[in-house]
């Protein structure tokens, strides 16, 4: 957060921010109460954003609580990443008719609207990031994620306050954003301070009266941001992760966490980096025409796993090494990166709330090896 | 697979065993579709809809009820002789239905109950799936049955390609919905992890728990299924949701609690259940 170009907003005002987004034709979605957590909605005004409000997350389990301030961004974050905003859950790709001589195909594309996102938290924005690379970079850039993704326009809110689910600081995603971000807001008490990360994001801020930041305020802003990364459980041994995980491959703990684990998709639906989909065809009943679909998949499904004629992850342990290797060791091969940013979503809304970073540690102790495996190496 | 040879329409029919005939209903719910169906299959044999009755044989026979007597016992060959491809339809015809119920109790004392004259009742002591007795090619899910589910294996199969039945969870349908979980949200003891989707996730998405209607979530409905983890999402329902063991067994002892992996959880909790009240 640099001194010049950060600027002081009232919390009172923020409704200037909102008419200043809309001017520009956005339509602006941000964290609105339902079904007792928050969900990304259309915001109309301030007062449809869950003010005096903080969830309580831990594994397999999201509470909200009323604290009765005029916090703004007290809600760290629900269910969903910005992922379904990009990489849609559900997108129709073509359109087939029968011919006359064959099949002719129309690629169907999306017609987003411009849409401003307020209130992402510092790792939704590594998330997004993190699709980008898998979307849109080298020569298979995909034209419905593109498109969507365009149409983006993206107000971060850093974090002052972690969750007991929280790991970003171990990640280096946050809980200050870096990169990756119209917007950068930090709420201080009654004010938001508000900085730009894009020339979209300047645009916005000179349209609203505001002065700059003093040097005491910024202080206090990173005083928090910092105090939030502290208070943070850590996951450890970054460095050393993706060895040691190949390492682990067989390893006694895979059998403990799939005794536990559901296999019921969860973690990788709420994941902000998960990217498979499956497709599929649906003729209609005349047999003239057919739509392909694309649909998020999940490798924790029986069919994921399933190829010309053989299952290759028959069994929940099969699957939840795969998911956990490929996050923190075979991403690093493929992306030159993590895979996780932190976020905790896998371990709240697990159902039975199996905590990754506990999963992690177990795997890293080396007690766990069978003796097979040490044996059978040369 | 060719469904029929030649230019001939294929030959429908529909059956009825031991049921509500709600899954037969969703046939005729089909509104929009239903005159496209009559044109692309040859409704044979169908009383729920029709008085025209035609012999076999079919080309598919969708077969909705359990077997609960013995003349059902006798029908269900008859029809799986005549029927080239054999689908069940819903929870009775695939697992046994809700009047499977009677498997852990004693038919004598149901029948007394229930009847003014139960000796005027013949019925067998269980309630077993249709595919306890014949051969069946395919099988939907649910109570009743999903009808953009049944429309869409019937397209699949009058296209010529294996009907693709998903049997992911629900969990999978619920969060491509954007739904919020209520097992994690609410405490709900849901029980949508175990159970196949195909239902669109339609309990959670009006805010209450998955009773599992459309049973156990065990993978493709063709080659190996691995059960799914009933034990553990049980766990969780005592330890950490607060149901006590016969809470839990009556979670998994509902519409499909005769589907085996139901059926196995239900039967461990009815243990532990009987062993803390001898405690």
């Not at chain 1, 994001?201 to 910024?218: H, Q, R, V, W, Y």
């Not at chain 1, 075979?330 to 979503?345: E, L, P």
């Not at chain 2, 209903?25 to 044979?44: C, K, Y």
């Amino acid at each position: 957060m640099s001194v010049e170009g950060c600027r002081v907003l009232p919390s009172a005002d923020c409704h200037l921010l909102l008419d200043a987004l809309q001017a520009k034709g956005y339509c602006v979605i941000g964290p609105t109460l339902r079904d007792e957590a928050v969900v990304w909605d259309t915001i109309t005004r301030v007062s449809d954003l869950p003010i005096g409000w903080r969830d309580r997350q831990e594994p397999g389990r999201y509470r909200l609580e009323r604290t009765g301030t005029g916090e703004i961004f007290g809600v760290v974050h629900g269910p969903q990443s910005l992922k379904p905003f990009a990489f849609a859950p559900r997108e129709s790709l073509l359109q087939i008719e029968r011919t006359s001589n064959g099949w002719s195909i129309h690629p169907l594309f999306p017609k987003p609207e411009k849409i401003a996102l307020l209130g992402a938290r510092p790792c939704d924005v590594a998330g997004l990031a993190i699709q980008d690379q898998i979307f849109l970079r080298g020569p298979y850039r995909d034209p419905p994620y593109a498109s969507r993704r365009e149409n983006l326009f993206v107000i971060v809110v850093n974090c002052t306050r972690a969750l007991s689910t929280c790991f970003c600081s171990s990640m280096k995603t946050g809980p200050r954003a870096q990169t990756g971000f119209d917007l950068a807001l930090t709420e201080l008490d009654d004010v938001l301070l508000i900085e730009a990360g894009s020339e979209a994001g300047k645009a916005i801020l000179t349209a609203l009266p505001m002065s700059p930041a003093s040097e005491a305020l910024l202080a206090k802003a990173s005083k928090r941001i910092d105090a939030c990364a502290e208070s943070q459980t850590r996951l450890q041994e970054q460095e050393v992760l993706p060895q040691a995980l190949y390492d682990a491959h067989d390893h006694q703990r895979w059998d403990e966490v799939a005794s536990r684990c559901l296999a019921c998709t969860n973690c990788t639906m709420v994941c902000p980096t998960c990217f498979c989909h499956t497709v599929e065809d649906r003729p209609a009943l005349d047999g003239q025409h057919g739509e392909r679909t694309r649909l998020w998949d999940s490798c924790f499904t029986h069919e994921h796993g399933y190829i010309h004629g053989k299952n290759i992850r028959p069994t929940i342990k099969d699957r939840y090494r795969m998911w956990l290797t490929h996050k923190f060791a075979a991403w690093h091969d493929q992306f030159g990166m993590s895979g996780c940013v932190g976020c905790g979503r896998c371990i709240t809304w697990c159902p039975v709330g199996i905590d990754v970073r506990e999963e992690v540690a177990a795997l890293l102790a080396s007690d766990g090896h069978s003796a097979a495996r040490r044996s059978g190496s040369p | 697979m060719s469904f029929v040879e030649g230019q001939r329409k294929p030959r429908l029919g529909v059956f009825k065993f031991a049921s509500c005939d709600g899954c037969q209903l969703s046939v005729l719910n089909l509104e929009d579709e239903l005159l496209l169906l009559g044109a692309a299959l040859d409704i044979a044999y169908f009383p729920e809809a029709s008085s025209r009755m035609e012999p076999g044989p079919y080309d598919l026979a969708l077969v909705e009820g359990s077997i609960t007597t013995e003349e059902d016992e006798h029908r269900i060959k008859a029809v799986r002789e005549q029927a080239k491809v054999l689908m069940t339809i819903g929870a009775c015809a695939t697992a046994g239905g809700i009047q499977a119920l009677r498997n852990w109790a004693d038919i004598g004392s149901y029948k007394q109950c229930v009847y003014p004259r139960p000796d005027f009742i013949r019925t067998l002591a269980t309630s077993t799936s249709i595919a306890d007795h014949v051969k069946v090619d395919y099988e939907l899910r649910g109570c009743p049955i999903d009808k953009d589910q049944l429309l869409r294996v019937v397209t699949d199969l009058l296209a010529g390609v294996r009907p693709r039945i998903p049997a992911d969870s629900v969990c999978l349908e619920c969060k491509r919905r954007g739904n919020v979980c209520v097992v994690v949200a609410k405490g709900m003891p849901c029980l949508g992890p175990v159970t196949s989707g195909g239902c669109g996730a339609i309990c959670p998405s009006m805010g209450r728990d998955c009773y599992g209607c459309f049973g156990p979530a065990e993978g493709m409905a063709k080659g190996v299924g691995y059960p799914p983890n009933t034990a553990s999402l049980a766990k969780q329902f005592h330890d950490r949701l607060g149901l006590i063991p016969i809470d839990v067994v009556r979670r998994f002892r509902g519409i499909n609690g005769a589907a085996a992996s139901f059926r196995r959880e239900s039967e461990a909790w009815a243990v532990k259940r009987t062993n803390s009240e001898g405690s």
